[in-house]
């Protein structure tokens, strides 16, 4: 079973950095696309950033220049360096892939989240 593995989530003060890594495991499968998004407590899941299998990357207008999408394709591993970070920022931050599965096709795979914590 594919599975989408977040870690890195703290609580860091305002002003701090923070790495997050998202780890895509199991049996047989392609990774097209990978994306960040967050879910602030009350709030509705939003979009944060994409990188594209070839590494284009997309952002959240709201949060480009802060926040930096990376991946590394050799160990299937997408990567979110959060810099200057604020209070609006604490949120629970999953991840998700565009998989193609050997015999289940291609579909939106997610993480289970990681917590971020911005204290001011």
């Known amino acids: 079973q594919v599975q989408l593995v977040e870690s890195g989530g703290a609580l860091v003060q305002a002003g701090g950095s923070l790495r997050l890594s998202c780890a895509a495991s199991?049996?047989?499968?392609?990774?097209?696309?990978m994306a960040w998004y967050r879910q602030a407590p009350g709030k509705q899941r939003e979009w944060v950033a994409t990188?594209?299998?070839?590494?284009?990357?997309n952002y959240a207008a709201s949060l480009k220049g802060r926040f930096t999408i990376s991946r590394d394709n050799a160990k299937d591993t997408l990567y979110l360096q959060m810099d200057s970070l604020k209070p609006e920022d604490t949120a629970v931050y999953y991840c998700?892939?565009?998989?193609?599965?050997?015999?289940?096709?291609?579909?939106?795979?997610w993480g289970q989240g990681t917590q971020v914590t911005v204290s001011s």
């Open positions: 998700m892939a565009d998989l193609k599965v050997f015999q289940r096709g291609r579909g939106n795979y």
């Open positions: 199991g049996p047989a499968f392609s990774i097209n696309s």
């Open positions: 990188i594209t299998g070839p590494g284009s990357t």
